[in-house]
């Protein structure tokens, strides 16, 4: 057997990332949105608002820990172009990292909908809904509160994915808490849980281009019909929305804290210990 997996092996270093960020963003998307189907097919019986920000945030953390060794555990396009714009990951990675994210995030997608396929019948009677009582397209995507307005949405979705940009600069930076390496995993996934019990009413803090765009192209093709990129003219803003705020995040670490270290590298309290 042992023979059987060394002819698999690869020494194209994009392809193990490429591999490395698909099955991560899989185990992501799929475990997340598993999470959102339980409680909305079981009409709340076998899962709330709070067990799907848990779901979430452990999914980061499974995730990370299943690719971050080969990848970095990126699992975000906003994340990857972000780290790149900032001079943190080249550039000429972008491509087949994103790739592997939206791809992972279709498959994941796909998968959900053949776990739950009776229950989604059970409760709509297979008659495919976006949005309403018996809306199951929010499963798979993002749909604001119908009070939102777009404007406030966008902001959401920047102000959110900055946070998380920020967080993950900073637990990442070893100038900082020296976080140790297997602990990184851990702490964006609670990143994630925080962020969602605190801004994820408004429209499901999709923070993840691939998370959101890829299952929504999936219920596109899957009985929603295209019109989930249409309602409340929305589909655009978990796309751009995380794509700025990363950058704004990046930025924000960078120009408040990451700059200011002493390049002798030694830490603040070291320094004070030495005064």
């Not at 949105?33 to 076998?46: C, D, T, W």
């Not at 053949?114 to 008659?127: P, W």
Request: charge should be negative; glycine fraction near 10%.
């Amino acid at each position: 057997m042992q023979r059987v997996f060394s002819k698999c092996h690869t020494d194209r270093v994009w392809l193990r990332e490429f591999l490395a960020e698909l099955i991560g963003t899989f185990l992501l998307v799929f475990v997340g949105n598993n999470s959102v189907a339980q409680a909305v097919l079981s009409n709340q019986s076998h899962g709330q608002f709070i067990t799907i920000n848990f779901a979430y945030g452990f999914a980061v953390t499974l995730a990370v820990l299943v690719a971050g060794g080969a990848s970095g555990g990126h699992l975000n396009p906003a994340v990857t172009l972000s780290l790149a714009l900032v001079g943190k990951f080249p550039f000429t990675k972008i491509l087949h990292y994103m790739l592997a994210q939206y791809l992972g995030a279709f498959l994941a997608a796909a998968c959900t909908y053949t776990v739950y396929i009776d229950a989604l019948f059970n409760f709509d009677g297979g008659v495919r809904q976006i949005i309403g009582p018996q809306g199951t397209a929010g499963i798979f995507a993002t749909y604001p509160q119908e009070f939102v307005r777009l404007e406030v949405g966008f902001a959401d979705q920047v102000i959110g994915t900055a946070i998380l940009l920020a967080c993950v600069c900073a637990i990442t930076d070893q100038k900082n808490c020296s976080v140790s390496r297997g602990l990184i995993p851990l702490y964006v996934g609670l990143t994630v849980v925080t962020i969602g019990m605190s801004m994820g009413f408004n429209c499901g803090y999709a923070l993840n281009p691939a998370r959101d765009l890829s299952p929504r192209f999936f219920t596109a093709i899957a009985g929603w019909t295209f019109d989930v990129f249409y309602i409340e003219q929305w589909s655009w803003v978990p796309i751009l929305g995380p794509h700025v705020g990363g950058l704004l995040g990046a930025l924000i670490y960078t120009l408040f804290i990451e700059a200011h270290w002493p390049d002798d590298d030694v830490l603040p309290e070291v320094e004070d210990a030495k005064e």
